[in-house]
């Protein structure tokens, strides 16, 4: 679709098509004048035989396009009258406003943009969208700089309609052509009920910062609890030294005295017994018998005086104690080193960090934890169709998807916006309608490979998957696929305890669950749940968790 031509304000030297003074302006046979390469773009897009986009006279064969060398002059000079001339910007005024694409002359501010008239448009061009009633009824927004985003790229037409189907804008030439009998809504209803989701999930989000907060509190008053436990261990353990050390110090002086009392009485036996031998000395040398005699009787006496008592000092005792001592001090210091000294955390609070918890074992537990999940586009296999967020189908488009960086390029995989962290808990229905086809229901780190054969859930360190088919499970995970027995359902419900590294796999049936696998490690990063489809005929939906499950064998198949 061709803009409007040329308004009775609008400058002559303007391109009708771009609304901009022309540039490399050329003249067509019927004497209206465009730029260059704007004629060019519009005739090589055009279905029919070339045309004028104001007075639609067609031309046989396609002229060619030559630069007018006169108009350029005057454009030339018009717009260095426009750069001489033109009104400065106020000192408060942002060099980037969008300028009205209606005045000719100076260029005025625009107030507002029209999605209909797809026009910036400043106070006085605004009017007869006040005063005229076909222009009443277009929609008015801020002044924008991505009016052409609004068109439709095959039409030319505004995209008014949104396709639910395949969750993307369009026109109603495309409700009657490619998503004839998809589920459509007006932009402005689906917008609205968007604003009411993002609004839930804004609160969601606040409800789970609130809670990390809370945790964050907790931790730091565990990490204070922990300091305080060491602080009063490392008392306890002076203690133990100091009595420890007053004790043996004790025994030391005691056997020390008793060393000093010996030594005081050996030393006054020795002097005792130097007198004697020294008496006894002079004694001997005499010869008068009667003289000798007489002293020899008291000498005698002397020699047989007892000795001293002795004081016992038993110094393998001591250091048989001292030994003791300090054994009991090592048996109570490993005693204390190996009790448990993760602190208690205040009765009512609940640190999952820290306290691994029971696993729930009713279904109504597990809902407890049930988490919304939405799968994310940007990282779609070109063989899955998503619809309304929650559903990953198989089929072969006709048409290459958009490229995005985080999108699959070898296996038809998707992951899921969440990335999850404590107790969460989803369920998926699957379905296949032939034998061969597969099913994974997966968790993966974000950072996991989009292509190559390792980008396959299961194929790497980084993802854990359970592979559904007719014929029974699989679990795989780093290259390693063990086989899973248990009851076949067309649910599967996926336990999360991403602190205690705990995931586990469900077969759901008649609101009762049956334990597929479950996989014990270490989780490192949060985790985005994913789901690859493989053949024709396969699909995975995330469960609405507040619906009644309805699942038997035969639902898997057509």
Known sequence: MAHPGPKPEQDKLSCSICLDLMKDPATIPCGHSYCLTCIGRYWDEAEESPSCPQC????????????????????????KRKRKSGPRAAPDEPSEDLSCDFCSEEKQKAVKSCLQCLVSLCEQHLQPHFSIPALKRHKLVEPSR???DTVCPLHSEVMKIFCRTDQSCICYLCLMDEHKGHQTISVATEMSNKEKELAA??????????????????????????????????RNAEKIFTAVKQQIRSRQESEVNKVKELLEALEEEIRDLRRRAAMLEELQPTSDHICFLQNYGSLARLGEASDPTRIDVQPESFRRDAEEKVSELSDKLE???TEDWSPVPPTGTDVEVLVPQAEPQTREEFLQYACPLTLDPRTVHKWVKVENYSRAQYYYPKYESVDHPDKFLRWPQILCREALTGRCYWEVEWKTLYGYSEVFIAV?????????????????KKSWALQCCCQGYEIRHNWIRTPVSGPLSSRIGVYLDHSAGVLSFYSVSDNSMSLLHRVQTTFTRPLCPGFGVYYAGTWAEICDLAAKPTTSDDTLFD
Not at 444 to 460: P, T, V
């Open 56 to 79: 639609r006279q067609s031309f046989s064969p396609r002229p060619p396009l030559v630069r007018s060398s006169v108009l350029a002059e005057l454009v030339e000079e018009k717009r």
């Open 146 to 148: 991505q009016l052409e």
């Open 201 to 234: 999930r804004r609160q969601d989000v606040q409800r789970r910062i609130q809670g990390r907060e809370q945790e964050v509190e907790k931790l730091q008053q565990v990490e204070q609890d922990i300091h305080q436990s060491a602080d009063e261990a490392l």
């Open 335 to 337: 005693e204390l080193l």
């Open 444 to 460: 993966s780190y974000k950072d996991i490979s989009q292509k190559g054969d390792e980008s396959a859930f299961g194929n790497n």
